[in-house]
């Protein structure tokens, strides 16, 4: 018979068992396997990372993750510092580009988002930073899940990140949604305890935040 087992859509060496999701789409795969849980530290990623998480609130992620290379040409590879000089035109412009998203909400937020982690910046304080500190310490750390009924939506973190946020000026950045952006970023471990990949995350995570010293 042949072996059944699933596999790593970029190394192809088996899995010792299913993902928690993604199996058998390899872009979704991919996503499992490389990013979802991993630390984002860099204040570029975690601004697209945020971005993205709301863009996709009401739909399914694998559309937007089908959607990402636009996103990043049409939001020039979200450079806050390019981005935060769009203009009504830009909207318009956006607004007309089937590849993305096209929800003015959403695309307003970004944009304002961009100003809101420069005027950040320019008080001294870099936008991971911020969202780092509202990871929950390794020792309050929720046990791994045995299934996503065991995945919380939002978490008092995610609620007191959101309002952080919120108070720094950026839009779109509910509990729901902050939540998600530390579940995609790495704050947190929701990777399933059966999952194959839940170990290299939290080998990574422990690095990560030794350095942070978070």
């Known amino acids: 018979m042949a072996d059944e087992t699933p596999t790593d859509a970029t190394t192809s060496h088996p899995l010792s068992a299913p993902r928690c999701f993604g199996d058998g789409t390899p872009l979704y795969e991919r996503y499992h396997d490389e990013e979802w849980g991993f630390p984002v530290l860099d204040e570029r990623a975690l601004y697209e990372r945020i971005s993205l998480e709301a863009f996709q609130s009401g739909l399914a992620w694998i559309t937007i993750l089908r959607k990402r290379d636009a996103f990043r040409e049409a939001f020039a590879d979200f450079d806050a510092e390019r981005v935060v000089r769009f203009g009504d035109d830009d909207v318009e412009r956006l607004l007309a580009n089937a590849a993305i ?76 949604t902050a939540y998600a952006s530390m579940q995609a970023c790495g704050l947190v471990n929701d990777h399933l305890a059966s999952c194959p990949i839940r170990p290299r995350v939290a080998a990574a995570r422990a690095a990560a935040t030794h350095g942070t010293g978070t």
Do not use: H, M, Y
């Not at 929950?136 to 995945?151: L, R, T």
């Open 101 to 176: 998203v096209r929800n003015r909400a959403k695309i307003e937020a970004t944009i304002a988002n961009a100003r809101a982690l420069l005027e950040l910046r320019e008080r001294g304080t870099d936008l991971a930073e911020l969202v780092w500190s509202f990871a929950p310490p390794e020792d309050q750390a929720a046990p791994a899940p045995a299934s996503f009924a065991d995945v919380a939506a939002q978490t008092p973190e995610s609620k007191a990140l959101a309002k952080a946020l919120k108070a720094a000026g950026f839009r779109f950045v509910g509990p729901t």
